[in-house]
């Protein structure tokens, strides 16, 4: 050690001595390289983080990220066009729909369903509900034109809100985007362009700031990304996925798409080829597009597709006003210095001061912690709200719960039986068959089952009124999910008028029997085989053990209806006498009196299904049963 140190001083002597000058000129050298290594560190630095985080820099962040100033023209431009749209929308309901007569008179229905937290929104007499239905497309007009912007705003959102409140029975997923879109114009600036109040401002001289911070423009971007995301997550299941439903029976029926589909392919495999193009086209879709109109590179690519995807549902299912409200949405994913440029937008901007390059140098918008707070909370709430139906037991696609505000849209074909048992106390037990409700209500009766409960206690209540005394209210109810076999989806056992609205989940609904216990191609085979002697397949399962009792109603179109027994162990009881159905035979019914099929306490669940000569509505009819094709009918 001692070696070592000693030979550290040696040749730290033997080094030559600089002289002063020298020395001098190495150090300021020095200090300047290090001077210009701190520099470009500094640099380099501020330029990882401006490519990182544009916009973001300083002690602002990204507050100023938010705040900075943007062109309102793309904003201005939807919410001219949003407010035609709203106009047209509800102009159409009350002309040409006749949404008034049907939902909002004094007798008919006999009543209206609402949502559990808006249970009591009043009923105004139908005079009232069309100056109602008025006001909004006013407010909806002034909107259009940013003709007293902010009061337009809150008007057209409390208006239509409420509308949509006394009747839930109308809700729809593109409601409510309309209302949150609405809440959103409420917030934010989109009358700084394109608009009389902006028009006003520069007549009166009134120096005005004519951008408008970027965050206004982002939580509208947000709110469309969403509505396309969470649709395409919804879009994530078997049935979607994996058996192209309900995509195969929907586009399958549309005639131009079939012969297309059948020049291509060999006619047997139509069905699948359709499905399966539109299921997994749609999910893709819905999924990639949000991130295509974001991108510069694929947005061009993302607005064609958008056009063909609304333009295909327009003319498909006439879904109203929402295809044309989402084409719109396009121009807010363009830049605002590149939509400036176009020269008919151009022609409108209203350039009051300096171009927007130059006012984000001069300044920067502010925005207030209450603000940020509503911002951050509103956000978290379209994020989380959508997957509350994990907190529910069961499949949301079969017990409906968490289905709502939740952007699932068009998931799913359904088909629904619905038989409504009263017995008054100390009486008999009847069914119910004076429905005074509108279609509207019944086909969303039939898919919801907090409607389901809302109506049979509102016919509990009716009964106690008329006699006095309460009655108990059952319901006999199936239901076919995209294809498969009727199932129960209400334990008939349950008297509804007992039952807590207010529960959490509703436990009276039954769980969807398993699809191992069937083959979809074999029943396919069956209504083939149907439709050649001229016969039409409804097929029906059943847990072990179960009975279901039903009629054939004589004097209608059904005369020749036989039950098929396709898998497990099905008997069929008329009168006293019950008979074995061998899997793969026939039994004739007779019409009128009642019959009951019942299955084995072993084993799987059992299907049978019942081959009639008449339509489906004519068959639910015959069997006193309630379906949107009866419902059509009757």
């Not at 210095?337 to 984000?360: H, Q, Y």
């Amino acid at each position: 050690m001692d070696r070592q140190r000693s030979s550290v001083r040696l040749r730290n002597t033997a080094e030559p001595t600089q002289d002063i000058v020298t020395s001098s000129r190495n150090n300021k050298f020095k200090k300047t390289r290090s001077g210009d290594a701190k520099e470009q560190g500094f640099t380099c630095s501020s330029n990882m983080k401006k490519r990182l985080l544009p916009g973001l820099g300083g002690s602002e962040g990204w507050r100023a990220m938010l705040t900075k100033p943007v062109d309102p023209l793309t904003l201005a431009v939807f919410r001219f066009l949003f407010g035609i749209f709203m106009v047209v929308h509800i102009v159409r309901a009350v002309l040409v729909q006749d949404v008034i007569e049907a939902n909002f008179q004094e007798f008919f229905p006999e009543m209206n369903f609402h949502y559990y937290f808006a249970m009591n929104p009043g009923k105004p007499t139908v005079q009232v509900t069309r100056a109602i239905f008025w006001a909004c497309a006013v407010s909806a007009g002034l909107l259009s034109v940013g003709f007293l912007y902010r009061l337009a705003s809150l008007s057209f959102l409390l208006l239509f809100t409420y509308i949509n409140l006394m009747e839930k029975a109308r809700y729809n997923n593109h409601y409510y985007l309309y209302i949150l879109v609405s809440f959103l114009f409420l917030i934010t600036d989109c009358h700084k362009s394109l608009s009389i109040d902006s028009v006003l401002a520069s007549w009166r001289s009134k120096k005005t700031e004519n951008t408008i911070p970027t965050w206004q423009l982002y939580i509208f971007r947000f709110q469309i990304f969403v509505c396309y995301f969470y649709g395409g997550i919804a879009k994530m299941n078997y049935d979607w996925v994996i058996r192209g439903e309900p995509c195969k029976t929907w586009f399958y029926r549309v005639e131009p798409i079939r012969q297309l589909a059948e020049t291509v392919v060999p006619a047997d495999y139509a069905s699948n080829v359709i499905g399966h193009f539109f299921s997994l086209g749609g999910l893709i879709f819905d999924l990639l597009i949000g991130f295509m109109l974001i991108s510069k590179t694929f947005r061009p690519m993302g607005f064609l597709l958008t056009f063909g995807f609304h333009l295909t549902n327009h003319f498909v299912f006439k879904i109203g006003t929402f295809p044309w409200v989402m084409m719109a949405t396009n121009i807010i994913f363009i830049k605002p210095e590149t939509a400036s440029k176009v020269p008919v937008l151009k022609r409108f901007a209203i350039a009051a001061g300096p171009s927007t390059s130059k006012v984000e140098k001069k300044t920067h918008h502010k925005v207030s912690r209450p603000l940020l707070v509503l911002l951050l909370l509103y956000v978290t709430v379209q994020c989380l709200v959508p997957f509350r139906h994990w907190l529910y037991p069961g499949d949301v696609n079969w017990t409906m719960e968490g289905h709502q505000f939740s952007w699932r849209m068009m998931l799913n074909e359904e088909d629904v039986l619905l038989r409504t048992l009263i017995r008054p106390h100390g009486g008999a037990e009847i069914v119910h068959t004076s429905y005074q409700i509108n279609a509207r209500q019944v086909k969303r009766m039939l898919t919801d089952p907090e409607l389901i409960l809302q109506y049979a206690q509102h016919l509990g209540r009716g009964q106690l009124q008329t006699t006095g005394s309460p009655a108990s209210v059952r319901v006999d109810m199936w239901r076919s999910l995209n294809n498969r076999p009727f199932q129960r989806w209400v334990d008939p056992t349950v008297d509804l008028t007992t039952a807590d609205y207010w529960a959490f989940n509703y436990d009276w609904l039954e769980p969807r029997l398993p699809d191992a216990v069937f083959d979809f191609s074999e029943l396919n085979r069956i209504r083939a085989e149907a439709k050649d002697h001229g016969k039409m397949a409804s097929f029906f399962m059943d847990k072990p053990g179960g009975v279901f009792k039903t009629t054939l109603q004589p004097g209608g179109p059904c005369s020749n209806v036989t039950l098929l027994a396709v898998s497990g162990d099905v008997s069929v009881q008329i009168n006293k006498v019950v008979t074995p159905v061998p899997v793969g035979t026939e039994l004739a019914l007779p019409t009128g009196g009642f019959h009951r099929v019942r299955t084995g306490r072993d084993g799987p669940a059992s299907v049978w299904a019942y081959l009639h000569d008449c339509s489906s509505g004519h068959f639910h009819g015959a069997m006193m049963m309630v379906s949107l094709d009866s419902w059509e009918l009757f």
